[in-house]
């Protein structure tokens, strides 16, 4: 069963509009939340994160929100940019050890110009 | 400083070949993995490495080995390659600081297919 998802494998946004990116989560253990990047023929890339004792950070254009009794996060970036056209994906980590983040399907990003 | 360092790049073998991909990191990280990514799938966990010297199994471990060789390096070894491991496969490391979130540092990635 999937722990973390995201439902929306696609989202189209116009140049210069609010991105709304969508993620929930099943498991109550999760202490961290973090967004990657990712662009074709590279590495994910971290974008921003949020602990589980917060509702909000924010970094530049990019705001990350959690509500953590619907279990739900998402992310917010304002204003889209074309360069923000990428595979976004939504990771979590029960902060206990060193074990892997466990990864949403990821939702692909294009900003229309 | 080169981050996290994946070879080979591309790979093609046939059923039954085997192969390692290699890893490296120079940021002196303690915790290192392999992930997988399919089509339409998020990362999924193979194996992970909390420390020099110690190897866990991830969410799809099946049809793959690992060795922590030192602290910079982490390689992946599919003895038999099978035509359900074409995937493209991503390592990363990461500091994992006590009581802090675990931002991976990931590599470039190996795009692997097996005929």
């Known amino acids: 069963d999937q722990q973390v998802k995201q439902n929306s494998p696609s989202l189209s946004v116009q140049e210069g509009r609010i991105s709304i990116l969508n993620c929930d989560y099943t498991?109550?253990?999760?202490?961290?939340f973090l967004w990657y990047k990712k662009y074709p023929a590279e590495g994910p890339t971290f974008l921003i994160s949020?602990?589980?004792?917060?509702d909000k950070n924010e970094d530049g254009r990019f705001t990350v929100f959690l509500n953590k009794s619907a279990k739900h996060l998402s992310l917010h970036i304002v204003p889209s940019q074309p360069g923000d056209s990428a595979v976004y994906f939504c990771?979590?980590?029960?902060?206990?050890?060193?074990?892997?983040?466990?990864f949403g399907k990821g939702t692909h990003l294009i900003i229309q110009p | 400083n080169a981050g996290v360092t994946q070879t080979p790049k591309f790979q093609v073998l046939k059923t039954g070949q085997s192969m390692t991909l290699q890893c490296a990191q120079d940021?002196?990280?303690?915790?290192m993995y392999w992930y997988r990514q399919d089509p339409g799938m998020g990362l999924r966990l193979i194996y992970y490495?909390?420390?020099?010297?110690?190897?866990d199994k991830g969410e799809v471990p099946n049809g793959y080995n690992v060795s922590r060789l030192n602290k910079r390096e982490f390689s992946l070894r599919l003895e038999s390659a099978a035509p359900s491991q074409t995937s493209v496969y991503f390592c990363?490391?990461?500091?994992?600081?006590?009581?802090?979130?675990?931002?991976?540092?990931f590599g470039p990635g190996t795009r692997l297919t097996v005929l």
């Open positions: 990363a490391s990461s500091a994992h600081p006590v009581g802090s979130y675990n931002e991976q540092f």
């Open positions: 498991n109550s253990m999760f202490d961290y």
């Open positions: 949020i602990s589980s004792i917060k």
């Open positions: 990771a979590a980590d029960s902060g206990g050890g060193a074990d892997g983040l466990t």
């Open positions: 940021m002196n990280h303690n915790s």
């Open positions: 490495s909390a420390s020099e010297g110690t190897t």
